[in-house]
Nanobody
Framework: QVQLVESGGGLVQTGGSLRLSCVAS????????MGWYRQAPGKQRELVAGITSDGITNYADSVKGRFTISRDNAKNTVYLQMNSLKPEDTADYYC???????????WGKGTLVTVSS
């Protein structure tokens, strides 16, 4: 059974930091590109940051220079370090795994990040 379990969300003040973690089980983690997405109330889910199976990263313009995605294949874990948080970063944050060769993907259930002004 495949599971992606996010953690690390919470309430933080503007300018603060959080680190999200997503632990994967039931997949060969190193074969998957990993991504962090977010969805704010009333808005569509959007890509925040992604990292390929080879470690190449990409970021949404809105988070460049503030967020850093990384992965630890030995721990089947992907991280999202979020610094200089803003109220507009408030959202549910989801982890997604995409197989590097096949059209197979999995989602986590999300973790809530709330940034107070």
């Amino acid at each position: 059974q495949v599971q992606l379990v996010e953690s690390g969300g919470g309430l933080v003040q503007t300018g603060g930091s959080l680190r999200l973690s997503c632990v994967a089980s039931g997949i060969t983690f190193r074969f998957y590109a990993m991504g962090w997405y977010r969805q704010a109330p009333g808005k569509q889910r959007e890509l925040v940051a992604g990292i390929t199976s080879d470690g190449i990263t990409n970021y949404a313009d809105s988070v460049k220079g503030r967020f850093t995605i990384s992965r630890d294949n030995a721990k089947n874990t992907v991280y999202l370090q979020m610094n200089s948080l803003k109220p507009e970063d408030t959202a549910d944050y989801y982890c997604k795994a995409d197989h590097r060769s096949w059209t197979i993907n999995y989602w986590g259930k999300g973790t809530l990040v709330t940034v107070s002004s």
